[in-house]
């Protein structure tokens, strides 16, 4: 098992993917997102579920693709919702065409998703769609329980926590369950498979939450502090408004309901409260628990030791990037 | 084979599907939208399919939901396109709600089609799926080209024919031949109800397009004239363009060019044109030429004699129906 060979394998079949041609309007948007490139981090992962289990595992590329076409289905149909102008340094498909073209588009990227899981012979066909139907609908519930979060007074740890397992979460857990499931893994492997991908998936956005605030900028790659400017409800500001009493939760308000500031001053003085309450350690505990939980999943599966242990070093270098 | 018992078992499997529940907002529009109403014509086209070669139909009415779950997830998304207010009178979901409910609740019902196909057995299932991609991907296909027509100028009778097959036809063919893919119905027989489904739904658009101009308004049911009045490329206005010469040929770009103008007065130009250029024979030709060839299909099918009459009349009754 070797991540690069199938890191490598995974970005020749996406070259290779056919999705249409005609009217150009509906499938240039689509190779357009697939060609902005990404880690591929969803299909790696199944493949290397499946490497688990065979040698063999070139030949499961094309249906493990499906989890990444679908992955940027979603990112296509969120852009137009969150408003984003980028994606990956580049124009979102509906700023570069228009909201109707990203829909249909992305309509059409679901169904290939789709096309894509026929490749799998016919007795495990309805298993694994049965379980991306799961799936698919569970990342639509939270990303319309993110968008109710911006307007919903309230939300606690507990909503938040089950918000990034729908949404980001659920897809994780599904890649690394369907490679398994193409190898006709026993029911008790899939399902720790499904939890370790569900839990390193919550921790993944635990340390996407903690990046924010205290990533270094050149690392991250992104604006530190861009979750405070937006009053993000991310898990820090959550178990600040939790944790914080009297003068914390009076400048805390204050920040969060100034309609105009100066960003670094925000940043500065939300990220000094955040420190003041531990809030810092309380996320990485929890980001580590989530770690550990995957980690103890993985180490029941019913799999040879040392490609379980190229697993673990794999998902161990994920935990340790810095964007 | 009674066609009422089979709109009544669907209307009641209707009424029993289970789409979700959290959040309210991803799924009430769901139930909202199926619970407007309509002729279910596609369900029941399938379970009267079925009937031609089982008495048992019962039992395939919750697959056979998926064609109407997946036609009202297409009408939720082109309601947004097309920024329609209303459907079957009352508000469209992205007017009721918003865009962005209106395109998630929609894709989650794409989720739920394939679900509903799921009920399916393992042996039927990839051909089955396999056939309504093909179909999913040509009815986003002849969305997008209508949407394109709008603005393209040369339309011709050969791109709308192929538009209104994409965009219409195509899921009554699938419809149809579902109910025969379902009872292991043979290739040939299969063939024929996609292409008898293909060709009266062709023929209902150029039904449509007529009924706008020469239907009677009490029965149509809508306003008379208004593909007229938003200059829309049916096939009566490509026709004449094609045909119009001289004198007609300048009234009616002056009427198609006229942004502003007496709504009865440019109806009763353009209409005057089209009695004109014979347009309305025209369109009558072409939509009973297509009638006839689904016909032809109807008749090659190796079903029961008096099931392929009963399916025919229902057929018919539709065609002669003024609305």
């Given at each position: 098992?070797?991540?690069?060979?199938?890191?490598?394998?995974?970005?020749?079949?996406?070259?290779?993917?056919?999705?249409?041609?005609?009217?150009?309007?509906?499938?240039?948007?689509?190779?357009?997102?697939?060609?902005?490139?990404?880690?591929?981090?969803?299909?790696?992962?199944?493949?290397?579920?499946?490497?688990?289990?065979?040698?063999?595992?070139?030949?499961?590329?094309?249906?493990?693709?499906?989890?990444?076409?679908?992955?940027?289905?979603?990112?296509?149909?969120?852009?137009?919702?969150?408003?984003?102008?980028?994606?990956?340094?580049?124009?979102?498909?509906?700023?570069?065409?228009?909201?109707?073209?990203?829909?249909?588009?992305?309509?059409?990227?679901?169904?290939?998703?789709?096309?894509?899981?026929?490749?799998?012979?016919?007795?495990?066909?309805?298993?694994?769609?049965?379980?991306?139907?799961?799936?698919?609908?569970?990342?639509?519930?939270?990303?319309?329980?993110?968008?109710?979060?911006?307007?919903?007074?309230?939300?606690?740890?507990?909503?938040?926590?089950?918000?990034?397992?729908?949404?980001?979460?659920?897809?994780?857990?599904?890649?690394?369950?369907?490679?398994?499931?193409?190898?006709?893994?026993?029911?008790?492997?899939?399902?720790?498979?499904?939890?370790?991908?569900?839990?390193?998936?919550?921790?993944?956005?635990?340390?996407?939450d903690?990046?924010d605030v205290?990533?270094?900028?050149?690392?991250?790659?992104?604006?530190?502090g861009g979750d405070i400017?937006a009053?993000k409800?991310t898990?820090?500001?959550?178990?600040?408004?939790?944790?914080?009493?009297?003068?914390?939760?009076?400048?805390?308000?204050?920040?969060?309901?100034?309609?105009?500031?100066?960003?670094?001053?925000?940043?500065?003085?939300?990220?000094?409260?955040?420190?003041?309450?531990?809030?810092?350690?309380?996320?990485?505990?929890?980001?580590?628990?989530?770690?550990?939980?995957?980690?103890?999943?993985?180490?029941?599966?019913?799999?040879?030791?040392?490609?379980?242990?190229?697993?673990?070093?794999?998902?161990?270098?994920?935990?340790?990037?810095?964007?």
């Amino acid at each position: 098992m070797d991540v690069n060979q199938i890191a490598t394998k995974i970005n020749q079949e996406i070259a290779a993917l056919q999705y249409g041609q005609h009217p150009p309007e509906l499938y240039e948007p689509i190779r357009y997102m697939m060609s902005l490139g990404g880690k591929r981090l969803r299909p790696v992962l199944t493949l290397l579920a499946t490497s688990l289990y065979t040698d063999d595992w070139q030949r499961y590329a094309k249906p493990a693709l499906a989890v990444e076409v679908f992955h940027n289905f979603t990112l296509m149909h969120d852009d137009i919702m969150d408003a984003a102008p980028l994606r990956r340094g580049k124009p979102t498909v509906h700023t570069q065409w228009n909201n109707n073209v990203a829909i249909l588009s992305g309509d059409v990227m679901l169904v290939n998703a789709y096309e894509l899981l026929l490749e799998l012979p016919a007795q495990q066909l309805a298993q694994v769609i049965r379980r991306f139907n799961r799936c698919a609908a569970e990342v639509c519930e939270g990303q319309q329980l993110d968008m109710n979060f911006e307007k919903q007074p309230g939300v606690t740890e507990e909503d938040y926590l089950e918000m990034i397992r729908l949404k980001t979460a659920a897809l994780l857990g599904f890649s690394l369950e369907l490679g398994g499931l193409m190898v006709g893994a026993d029911h008790t492997d899939t399902t720790l498979l499904y939890e370790l991908g569900e839990s390193i998936g919550i921790g993944f956005q635990l340390k996407d939450d903690l990046l924010d605030v205290f990533g270094e900028q050149a690392k991250v790659g992104k604006q530190v502090g861009g979750d405070i400017m937006a009053n993000k409800k991310t898990f820090l500001l959550i178990k600040a408004l939790q944790e914080a009493q009297e003068q914390d939760l009076e400048e805390l308000t204050y920040w969060l309901n100034q309609p105009s500031f100066v960003p670094e001053e925000k940043v500065k003085a939300i990220t000094a409260i955040y420190e003041r309450l531990d809030i810092r350690q309380i996320a990485e505990n929890k980001m580590n628990e989530y770690f550990a939980l995957g980690m103890f999943c993985l180490d029941r599966l019913h799999a040879n030791t040392a490609k379980k242990e190229a697993l673990k070093q794999f998902i161990e270098q994920i935990i340790a990037r810095e964007n």
